[in-house]
């Protein structure tokens, strides 16, 4: 599947997001603060799914529909 490079730079920002949230939570493990950034990253990872799925619906050229006829 070809994508654009807005899909990958959109990416890179949430998993980087993702990455100092469960970095935080490994520090942190047994405090509070942890399960808050646990749930923050687990929360991140449904966002960039969604947000993911939404460009490709959208983008011209990363649909996948388009590029089959």
């Given at each position: 599947?070809?994508?654009?490079p807005?899909?990958?730079?959109?990416?890179?920002?949430?998993?980087?997001?993702?990455?100092?949230?469960?970095?935080?939570s490994?520090?942190?493990?047994?405090?509070?603060?942890?399960?808050?950034?646990?749930?923050?990253?687990?929360?991140?990872?449904?966002?960039?799914?969604?947000?993911?799925?939404?460009?490709?619906?959208?983008?011209?050229?990363?649909?996948?529909?388009?590029?089959?006829?």
């Amino acid at each position: 599947m070809k994508t654009c490079p807005e899909l990958a730079s959109l990416r890179r920002e949430y998993e980087r997001e993702i990455g100092y949230m469960t970095a935080h939570s490994q520090r942190h493990a047994g405090k509070p603060a942890a399960k808050v950034s646990a749930t923050q990253a687990a929360s991140a990872k449904q966002r960039m799914a969604r947000a993911l799925s939404s460009h490709v619906g959208r983008c011209p050229k990363c649909d996948t529909r388009s590029s089959r006829s």
